[in-house]
């Protein structure tokens, strides 16, 4: 083999080798576990041309860099198995007060004690009633649609507009039945309350209208 071919020949050895254990050390120290602790592995050739020793040591080390500060993702405390939808129920009773604002062919339209309670069937299908205590004893039977709000964090219901139609019965008038639309809003006192206000308007005759106000506190229940 001539010099000058024996010379490029060498060459080329070199530098591919050179190329080689430059990619081999830098995808070492680009390894998800050596990026994340921030060590390396330096073999004790490396340390020993690093330092000028002639150590016979055979036994690789590890080296610590730097250690990186990893961002923790924030979570939101949570108590294991704890739904508040669930505790606080669909549906509850108890008791309150109606205020006439308006009309005085119904009970409604008067101040009266009041019981009252809602039926949930779903989130967005429940039945209010209102039982009014006066000069007659007066029932409100509404079929409502309720529309929950929710923190966007916890997912807990905060407040639940409701709104709806139904019925004014008057048993002691024959069990007379009058058109009524409500509507309101229910707010869960944790764990196991709810108030609820609610505006009554009901239709005893075609040219009157009986309003009144109701403001309660109820128990809640799980019925279904």
Not at 9 to 22: D, E, H, P
Not at 157 to 167: E, L, Q
């Amino acid at each position: 083999m001539q010099p000058n071919l024996a010379k490029l020949f060498f060459w080329l050895f070199g530098f591919t080798a050179s190329s080689l254990l430059c990619s081999g050390l830098s995808a070492q120290a680009q390894t998800p576990d050596s990026a994340y602790y921030g060590y390396i592995t330096v073999t004790p050739s490396d340390s020993a041309q690093s330092s000028g020793s002639t150590t016979n040591n055979t036994q690789p080390t590890l080296v610590l860099v730097q250690p990186q500060t990893v961002a923790a993702t924030p979570e939101v405390a949570q108590v294991p198995g704890v739904n508040p939808l669930k505790i606080l129920g669909r549906s509850y009773i108890g008791v309150g007060g109606n205020i006439g604002l308006d009309g005085e062919e119904t009970n409604l339209g008067e101040g009266s004690f009041v019981i009252v309670s809602k039926a949930g069937f779903t989130e967005n299908f429940s039945v209010h009633n209102a039982v009014m205590f006066g000069d007659e004893t007066t029932t409100s039977l509404t079929l409502s649609l309720n529309f929950p709000i929710k923190t966007p964090v916890t997912g807990q219901t905060i407040v639940i507009p409701f709104a709806g139609g139904g019925v004014l019965l008057q048993p002691d008038d024959d069990w007379e039945a009058d058109p009524l639309v409500s509507g309101g809003v229910d707010v869960p006192i944790p764990p196991r309350f709810t108030g609820t206000v609610r505006v009554n308007v009901a239709f005893p005759e075609d040219d009157e209208t009986d309003v009144g106000l109701v403001l309660g506190v109820g128990y809640n229940l799980k019925l279904f």
